[in-house]
């Protein structure tokens, strides 16, 4: 699996790449689904913490040929935070 990013949702929401994959790699994490993306892909949104615990709410569309795009990255919203439900 590849991931790719939105370097301008980045740069917008002050998060670096490193810290999205430690936010998606937190065991704790929680998710919402998102709509779909314009080619049909689907989305999820995650909530989870980075290593300096800063919580992050990280959009992924899951692409065809294995490929993980971050489209979204920012400081988590109280509305993700409340609509993100931890899944095991």
């Not at 670096?16 to 929680?30: R, T, V």
């Not at 080619?39 to 800063?54: D, F, I």
């Not at 979204?72 to 899944?87: F, L, N, T």
């Amino acid at each position: 699996m590849s991931v790719t990013f939105n370097k301008a949702s980045l740069k917008r929401g002050k998060v670096s790449p490193d810290e999205c994959l430690e936010a998606l790699a937190d065991p704790f994490k929680m998710y919402y689904e998102d709509l779909l993306s314009e080619r049909g892909n689907p989305r999820r949104m995650w909530v989870g913490y980075t290593l300096a615990e800063r919580r992050l709410e990280i959009g992924v569309e899951y692409m065809r040929n294995n490929v993980d795009h971050i489209y979204h990255a920012r400081k988590a919203q109280r509305e993700s935070i409340k609509r993100a439900v931890h899944h095991e």
